[in-house]
C-alpha cells in the first residue's frame, strides 16, 4: 500500500522559511520521480518542485531560486526547503508520486494527505 505522509507545515511571516518532510512507504522508493504540489482555497492545484533520485530538480516559476527539493534515499524521505516565504506561498502542500518520470510538475499519481503552511504579512 502506498502511502506519503509529509509534515513540517506551519506559520510563518514573510521572509521565513519552512522545511517539509514527506516519508514515502509502499514503492521502491529509487524509481520513483517524486514531487511536492499545493493548493489554496479556491485555486487551481499547482506543481512546485519535482526531483528524480540523481537528484535532478524542476521548479515552478513561482518558487525557482526560493525553494529547493530533496530527497534522501536512506529514510525514503523527500523534502522541500521553503525561503524568502511570501503570503502568497500560503496554501496546503502535498506530496506526490509523479506519473512517469522527471520533469514532471503537473501529472500527480499518488499524493498525502497534505500539510498547511500559512504566510503571514
Known amino acids: 500500500q502506498v502511502q506519503l505522509v509529509e509534515s513540517g507545515g506551519g506559520s510563518v511571516q514573510a521572509g521565513g522559511s519552512l522545511r517539509l518532510s514527506c516519508v514515502v512507504s509502499?514503492?521502491?522508493?529509487?524509481?520513483?520521480?517524486l514531487g511536492w504540489f499545493r493548493q489554496a482555497p479556491g485555486k487551481e492545484r499547482e506543481g512546485v518542485a519535482s526531483a528524480d533520485m540523481f537528484q535532478r530538480t524542476t521548479y515552478s516559476d513561482s518558487v525557482k531560486d526560493r525553494f529547493t527539493v530533496s530527497r534522501d534515499s536512506a529514510k525514503n524521505t523527500l523534502y522541500l526547503q521553503m525561503n524568502d516565504l511570501k503570503p502568497e506561498d500560503t496554501a496546503s502542500y502535498y506530496c506526490?508520486?509523479?506519473?512517469?518520470?522527471?520533469?514532471?510538475?503537473?501529472?500527480?499519481?499518488?499524493w498525502g494527505q497534505g500539510t498547511q503552511v500559512t504566510v503571514s504579512s
Open positions: 509502499g514503492v521502491i522508493f529509487n524509481v520513483q520521480c
Open positions: 506526490a508520486i509523479m506519473v512517469g518520470s522527471c520533469p514532471n510538475l503537473n501529472q500527480f499519481k499518488s
